[in-house]
């Protein structure tokens, strides 16, 4: 099967589509893949690093020389050792400077600050040398909430702020106070809990200085990102430095920052002259890496007498935790802003942008990177609405979202829908989870105390966005460069990174249909600073969108050079020659013809059958940068900022027990548009453990804190992740709405199934706890807000009666 795609190339279609297995799957079922921590070099040592007890206090000394007379250790030091290391970075203009350094030099602002770092023969005598570091801190005024943040009279957290906003952007327009001023409105402030992501794998690092060059192995999401941050913070060129991005057992978000950990590693190699590494451990992970979610969004929603929301405004403040962490985790709340109104006609909107810092954890990317706290919002907010004006919310949903002559549509945020399956999509969701709804309200009809519940929301996904300010490059592009063997294979590297999303698959089956290779034939490289291009890594469901662009572009000037070749070879007009099952030949005459393999021996050991003038080989590197993605915003703060939009619709259907509160999602429905499906198993797959990931937002995961900012959620004992036994099982149906912009159509996919998951399961509690008129504003919804809701007299479990006219 062939297409007329982007870029003049017919691509065969025998692989893409199909709904194929995972070529990276045995190595990581059968154990022999490998991870950072299975990185093994002579002569290793092992760090591990004294962190703040404290939320907020100052350095005042550091005794390391109990440590440092321990058998074993090699090095213990503070922020003053570290000759030659300079600040991270700051591109972004219009943040606040925390001068982040690798470790504290005079103030710790969050429980798990790194202090001291201790390097020994191993693992163990490293922690237990940790033990005998004496730090002497006093305490300051902590700052543990949002509240307390922006409060006229805050402790500040940094001497030279005014305040204690990290970003702070207001907006307000005329057609916004206009709608306000014409038509009623409802205004509910919504919040959302801070979450962890926590991987499978934690963080790691090894490094190896040899040569003049270091070497870092890291579980990172992004190695190119992490060699410039490297190369800026320890004065090396980037040249010099190779990082190395091995099997990585998850990411999603938290390993796309740069951490002090990396450099702190890195730089210890260098001046050890002994390869060394760190591996993060599980409470580590929960107190050091970044968090997420932690967000008030105050939204107000102006709506006409039908129940069409006009505009809506609102004030949203982010905690972001310390802010020290590169990149700074301001970019989910710019993400909050943007898609506040989704997939609705909804003409205006105004946010106001508030990063405020604490004594927490620094916040950052987590899966949905800022979607799913607006999702909530806005779906919540839509179901205030309709019961205002007395209407259906699903009826409503379906008269406000774009429609197919609406596209390509223009969001108040300046994002361009130019595909989708918006209503299409939502009709297939509502059709499929009410059959659902309708078994489990049958199977439950003899229970008096339990209720069924079904509930909705509909998004647009932000895919292959711009601006990430790490390296200070604001662009959107990646780059693949494929080498063919001289066997007729092909070695294909490319900028993006695998985290375990089936990126190996991906470029695989791309180029074995655009090069009609078999697919046994491709090798793909990945995650090497050193033999691939540059890229920006794994992160914004980007790696499909910018691999098809850039492995089809690579693929179709290997292809033109090897039809001349082959043109040469078979003595015949180039134009003339086509290439089909892996031969050229000329159109219409199977024979004579040659394979990609006599033209690539040709390229490479016969090269006196080239056209003349042409150099020999058979390889090419390109960039694909997606069309239409703007960088900056205009001078009314809008832009579009991704390649592309998937969008999609989940149907949640739960039970709740109102003796226990216990809250069951016992169906789940996402109905699915990511344009064209490259490998349905993948995306499948990923919609999947994403639903998973958002119904632990909705109802388990909180990383809670104390009054005086410490962490109460170090590890899996308080910090509650479903496992399969909370988690139904998800019907995913597709919807296939090609982007017209970019190769193959491909959209992204990586985060919609967690986008949507909480809206979706928050209106479900809310609809079977309806006889309460329950109004759900946050989450995680618990069995203790349920209890609460139906308690005092409006539920009765002892005789399973409800009060009449009972409110919550």
Request: hydrophobic share 40%.
């Given at each position: 099967m062939t297409a007329d795609l982007e870029l003049g190339l017919q691509i065969r279609r025998s692989l893409i589509g199909a709904p194929g297995q995972r070529r990276e799957d045995q190595a990581l079922l059968d154990g022999t893949a490998t991870f950072v921590a299975d990185v093994r070099i002579p002569r290793l040592v092992d760090a591990a690093f004294v962190r703040s007890p404290y939320a907020h206090a100052t350095i005042d000394n550091v005794d390391l020389d109990a440590a440092r007379d321990r058998p074993g250790v090699q090095f213990a030091g503070t922020a003053a050792d570290l000759v030659g290391v300079q600040e991270f970075p700051q591109f972004l203009h219009f943040l606040k400077n925390v001068h982040l350094f690798p470790l504290a030099r005079d103030r710790v602002r969050y429980v798990g600050a790194p202090v001291a770092v201790v390097v020994a023969d191993d693992r163990y005598l490293a922690e237990d040398a940790t033990m005998d570091v004496v730090v002497d801190y006093t305490e300051l005024p902590v700052v543990a909430s949002l509240e307390e943040s922006i409060a006229p009279d805050c402790t500040k957290l940094y001497d030279d702020w005014p305040d204690n906003k990290l970003l702070f952007f207001p907006h307000s327009s005329d057609e916004v106070a206009q709608a306000f001023e014409k038509y009623p409105s409802v205004k509910t402030?919504?919040?959302?809990?801070?979450?962890?992501?926590?991987?499978?794998?934690?963080?790691?690092?090894?490094?190896?200085?040899?040569?003049?060059?270091?070497?870092?192995?890291?579980?990172?999401?992004?190695?190119?990102?992490?060699?410039?941050?490297?190369?800026?913070?320890?004065?090396?060129?980037?040249?010099?430095?190779?990082?190395?991005?091995?099997?990585?057992?998850?990411?999603?978000?938290?390993?796309?920052?740069?951490?002090?950990?990396?450099?702190?590693?890195?730089?210890?190699?260098?001046?050890?002259?002994?390869?060394?590494?760190?591996?993060?451990?599980?409470s580590e992970h929960m107190v050091t890496a970044v968090h997420a979610r932690d967000q008030l969004m105050e939204v107000e929603a102006a709506y006409d007498e039908r129940g069409h929301i006009q505009a809506v405004r609102c004030n949203l403040v982010t905690d972001v935790g310390s802010g020290e962490i590169f990149a700074p985790g301001t970019a989910t709340s710019l993400v909050s802003a943007g898609v506040l109104t989704g997939p609705y006609k909804i003409p205006y909107s105004d946010v106001n942008i508030n990063c405020a810092v604490t004594n927490k954890t620094p916040s950052g990317a987590y899966r949905g990177f800022g979607s799913p706290e607006s999702v909530f919002a806005?779906?919540?907010?839509?179901?205030?609405?309709?019961?205002?004006?007395?209407?259906?919310?699903?009826?409503?949903?379906?008269?406000?979202?774009?429609?197919?002559?609406?596209?390509?549509?223009?969001?108040?945020?300046?994002?361009?829908?130019?595909?989708?399956?918006?209503?299409?999509?939502?009709?297939?969701?509502?059709?499929?989870?009410?059959?659902?709804?309708?078994?489990?309200?049958?199977?439950?009809?003899?229970?008096?105390?339990?209720?069924?519940?079904?509930?909705?929301?509909?998004?647009?996904?932000?895919?292959?966005?711009?601006?990430?300010?790490?390296?200070?490059?604001?662009?959107a592009y990646d780059a693949a460069k494929i080498h063919i063997t001289p066997d007729g294979g092909a070695l294909v590297s490319v900028g993006a990174a695998a985290i375990g999303q089936g990126t190996e698959t991906m470029v695989a089956t791309m180029a074995a249909d655009a090069l009609e290779i078999p697919i046994e034939k491709i090798s793909v490289a990945l995650g090497d600073t050193d033999s691939c291009p540059y890229g920006l890594g794994a992160w914004g469901s980007r790696s499909a969108v910018v691999m098809a662009g850039s492995v089809v572009k690579a693929a179709r000037l290997i292809r033109e050079k090897a039809a001349a070749i082959a043109a040469n070879l078979l003595e015949a007009d180039p134009a003339d020659v086509v290439l089909e099952g892996g031969s050229f030949h000329v159109k219409g005459s199977a024979t004579p013809a040659v394979s990609l393999g006599d033209v690539a021996m040709a390229a490479y050991g016969r090269t006196m059958s080239l056209p003349e003038g042409m150099d020999p080989g058979l390889d090419v590197t390109v960039t694909f940068d997606p069309p239409d993605v703007t960088h900056f915003p205009d001078s009314h703060g809008k832009m579009n900022a991704a390649a592309t939009w998937s969008n999609a619709s989940h149907g949640a259907v739960v039970e709740v027990d109102l003796v226990t509160g216990v809250i069951s999602v016992v169906d789940y429905v996402v109905v699915h548009d990511c344009g064209?499906?490259?490998?349905?198993?993948?995306?499948?797959?990923?919609?999947?453990?994403?639903?998973?990931?958002?119904?632990?937002?909705?109802?388990?995961?909180?990383?809670?804190?104390?009054?005086?900012?410490?962490?109460?959620?170090?590890?899996?004992?308080?910090?509650?992740?479903?496992?399969?036994?909370?988690?139904?099982?998800?019907?995913?149906?597709?919807?296939?709405?090609?982007?017209?912009?970019?190769?193959?159509?491909?959209?992204?996919?990586?985060?919609?199934?967690?986008?949507?998951?909480?809206?979706?399961?928050?209106?479900?509690?809310?609809?079977?706890?309806?006889?309460?008129?329950?109004?759900?504003?946050?989450?995680?919804?618990?069995?203790?807000?349920?209890?609460?809701?139906?308690?005092?007299?409006?539920?009765?479990?002892?005789?399973?009666?409800?009060?009449?006219?009972?409110?919550a």
């Open positions: 402030a919504f919040r959302s809990q801070r979450q962890s992501a926590n991987p499978i794998e934690t963080r790691g690092v090894v490094a190896e200085y040899r040569g003049g060059r270091i070497t870092v192995w890291s579980s990172t999401q992004a190695p190119h990102m992490l060699r410039s941050t490297l190369s800026f913070t320890l004065g090396l060129s980037e040249s010099q430095i190779r990082v190395i991005a091995p099997d990585v057992g998850g990411g999603f978000g938290a390993k796309l920052h740069q951490y002090p950990e990396e450099i702190l590693v890195a730089w210890l190699a260098m001046t050890l002259r002994r390869p060394v590494r760190w591996i993060e451990d599980r806005i779906e919540r907010t839509i179901e205030r609405v309709a019961q205002a004006v007395g209407r259906d919310a699903n009826h409503l949903r379906e008269e406000m979202l774009v429609k197919s002559e609406d596209l390509p549509y223009t969001i108040p945020s300046g994002g361009i829908l130019d595909s989708g399956s918006h209503v299409e999509s939502f009709k297939r969701a509502v059709e499929l989870t009410e059959e659902l709804a309708a078994k489990a309200r049958e199977g439950n009809a003899s229970k008096r105390e339990v209720r069924v519940g079904v509930g909705y929301s509909s998004y647009i996904e932000a895919t292959a966005p711009t601006h990430f300010g790490t390296s200070g490059v604001w662009t064209t499906l490259i490998n349905p198993t993948i995306v499948t797959g990923q919609i999947q453990g994403g639903v998973a990931q958002g119904i632990a937002g909705a109802l388990y995961e909180h990383l809670c804190y104390s009054d005086t900012a410490q962490p109460q959620s170090a590890s899996f004992m308080d910090y509650l992740i479903p496992t399969a036994i909370e988690i139904p099982t998800v019907t995913v149906d597709h919807f296939e709405s090609p982007a017209p912009g970019i190769p193959l159509g491909a959209k992204g996919a990586g985060e919609s199934g967690t986008i949507g998951a909480p809206a979706a399961v928050a209106n479900a509690v809310a609809n079977a706890l309806s006889e309460f008129d329950v109004n759900i504003t946050s989450t995680p919804i618990t069995p203790a807000m349920v209890r609460d809701w139906v308690r005092d007299g409006v539920f009765d479990p002892w005789d399973m009666e409800v009060a009449p006219g009972a409110t």
